[in-house]
């Protein structure tokens, strides 16, 4: 059982939000364990990776999110907490194409409602990570994810609510 003392989280990374408004949900492979692009948590921006054509996540010198890792539920046999859960290295899974989904947002700049996405595609530095989602422009280090914007802060968690392709 969990209990929120002060302020309930603004939701957990990779689950989808407002599934009342509509959204576009489509399964796709993760790239094969042993390879480059197995993602390490839910709520990722994810590529299509030109050679095997299954989903990977994103690296240098991509410019584009094709859709965004959703977290299962239920979690099929897992023991994981919220927030914990690992996905998989291969095999199907769900990716977001049009929707509201929680993700944890990195960099140093707050979110603010209604403003811009941006996408870190550059080497891990300080806060922020390689495929993490921003608040400020990374310049030559990522870009913006068009059709998407912020819905509102962070929360102390860095959990944050994104509109994608709406």
Do not use: C
């Not at 989903?55 to 099929?76: A, I, K, N």
């Amino acid at each position: 059982m969990v209990a929120f003392t002060y302020r309930m989280p603004a939701g957990i990374p990779g689950d989808v939000n407002r599934s009342a408004v509509g959204m576009t949900i489509e399964a796709q492979n993760v790239t094969p364990f042993g390879t480059t692009g197995a993602p390490a948590a839910f709520g990722v921006p994810m590529v299509i990776d030109g050679t095997s054509f299954n989903m990977r996540v994103l690296t240098s010198g991509d410019t584009s999110v094709y859709g965004l890792l959703v977290r299962e539920f239920p979690q099929g046999g897992s023991q994981d907490g919220l927030g914990t859960s690992t996905p998989p290295a291969s095999g199907p899974v769900s990716i977001l194409k049009r929707g509201y989904m929680t993700v944890l947002l990195s960099g140093t700049q707050a979110a603010t409602k209604g403003g811009p996405v941006y996408v870190w595609t550059a080497a891990p530095s300080g806060a922020h990570i390689t495929g993490g989602w921003e608040a400020a422009n990374p310049s030559g280090s990522g870009f913006a994810v068009t059709g998407a914007y912020f819905m509102g802060p962070a929360d102390a968690n860095g959990n944050v609510e994104i509109a994608f392709n709406i």
